[in-house]
Each structure stands twice: as structure tokens, then as C-alpha cells.
């Protein structure tokens, strides 16, 4: 079992449709969690970054972390096509000899068309 | 615009030869981190350095190795490249190490004919 899951999709979405894309986690002693957008053939861009279990918001972007069921979610309102993206779910890890290491899920693939 | 710098952009080499990736962090991080993206594999992590140290090493074939300079710019050096070595790859820096943010650059595509 891979430490963090996430659906590939691909999703596609009309514009101004609200997107939900989530991932899941073995280790429960991971605590915190990223959200990153990638363009095709560039660099991840860090989207958001949350710690405790609840929700966490910036502008259209909303991240929730649910550390009982090891779920992290990351809501798109208003979705636009400048949104069309893989996106990727992504936790250090919690210490010894990978301290610091990202473990990333396998990305969501998102089109959002007009 | 992360702030992390990557050169080259592309490169294209052969079999058998060696490369050297640079990257360059945002200024005032002191840890690097390489990766690497492969369609079938994702992103892995390779290794990370801290202040010219080497911290934590992941999944790094013996043949890759790297290392973080005085300016804190690091390289990824890659010899007896192989076909299955043709990937994107990242660099991210982050303030420490440890739980913060990491923030990637552009990276290096890496053909290998």
C-alpha cells in the first residue's frame, strides 16, 4: 500500500463547477499536508500548506485535513479554465532518517472546460 | 515565480554519459531537495541537503550523487546514464528542513537517446 493514495482521475469539470479532489494517508503519524498545481512540464506550484485536522481557506481554494479517517481534501469554487491542471497532495515526513522528504500521491489530473 | 532556479532547462545526452543539474535556492533557504517525475513513477524523492550537509537520502541510484555548496547552490551530478534516466527533474528549497515548505523550481528535462 503506497503511503499517500490519490485518484488520478482524470476529472473533467464545466466552468464554475465546485471541485473536489482528495487523497488519502496510511501514516497517521503524518502532520502536516501540501497542495501543489502543476502546469504541464513546469514545476509544482505549493498551493496550500495546513497542519491541524479542520478547514483551511485562500480565495477559491478551501483545504480540509480529517487526521481521524486520514483524508485530506482540497475544494476549487468557482473553477476556471486557468485551473486545468494535475494536483498533488503531498506530507513530509514525520522524522528519523527521511525527515523532511515529501511523499506525494500520484496526482489528479483536472480539466475544467468553458 | 517559486524563487528556486534550475539550469538547463532541457538537456539531451547519451547512454553511458554524465550530466551535472544545478540549482540555485531562494534566497535565505538553507535546505535543497532533488526529485525526480517519471510518467510510470511520479515524483520521488532523491535527496536533500542542509546547509552543505547531506540530511536525508530516498530512493538515489548509486550512480546519481550530489552535493550543496558554500553559496548553498547545489548539483545533481548523473553518470552511466541510462534510457530509464530520461525525466524531469526538480529541485525545492525550503527554510529549514523538517516540516516546511518546500518550493520547487522550473526543472531539467533530461532526454536520454
Known amino acids: 500500500q503506497k503511503e499517500v493514495e490519490q485518484d488520478p482521475g482524470p476529472l473533467s469539470v464545466p466552468e464554475g463547477a465546485i471541485v473536489s479532489l482528495n487523497c488519502t494517508y496510511s501514516?497517521?503519524?503524518?502532520?502536516?499536508f501540501m497542495w501543489y498545481r502543476q502546469y504541464s512540464r513546469k514545476g509544482p506550484e505549493l498551493l496550500m500548506y495546513t497542519y491541524s485536522s479542520g478547514n483551511k481557506e485562500d480565495g477559491r481554494f478551501t483545504a480540509q485535513v480529517d487526521k481521524s479517517s486520514k483524508y485530506i481534501s482540497l475544494f476549487i469554487r468557482d473553477s476556471q479554465p486557468s485551473d486545468s491542471a494535475t494536483y498533488l497532495c503531498a506530507t513530509p515526513n514525520a522524522g528519523g532518517t527521511s525527515y523532511g522528504k515529501l511523499t506525494f500521491g500520484q496526482g489528479t489530473i483536472l480539466t475544467v472546460h468553458p | 515565480d517559486s524563487g528556486v532556479t534550475q539550469t538547463p532547462k532541457h538537456l539531451i545526452t547519451a547512454t553511458g554519459q554524465r550530466v551535472t543539474l544545478r540549482c540555485s535556492p531562494r534566497s535565505g533557504d538553507l535546505s535543497v531537495y532533488w526529485y525526480q517525475q517519471s510518467l510510470d513513477q511520479g515524483l520521488q524523492f532523491l535527496i536533500q541537503?542542509?546547509?552543505?550537509?547531506?540530511?536525508a537520502k530516498g530512493n538515489i541510484l548509486e550512480r546519481f550523487s550530489a552535493q550543496q555548496f558554500p553559496d548553498l547552490h547545489s548539483e545533481l551530478n548523473l553518470s552511466s546514464l541510462e534510457l530509464g534516466d530520461s525525466a524531469l527533474y526538480f529541485c525545492a528549497s525550503s527554510v529549514n528542513g523538517g516540516n516546511n515548505e518546500q518550493f520547487f523550481g522550473p526543472g531539467t528535462r533530461l532526454t536520454v537517446l
Open positions: 541537503y542542509y546547509n552543505g550537509e547531506e540530511r
Open positions: 501514516n497517521s503519524a503524518f502532520q502536516y
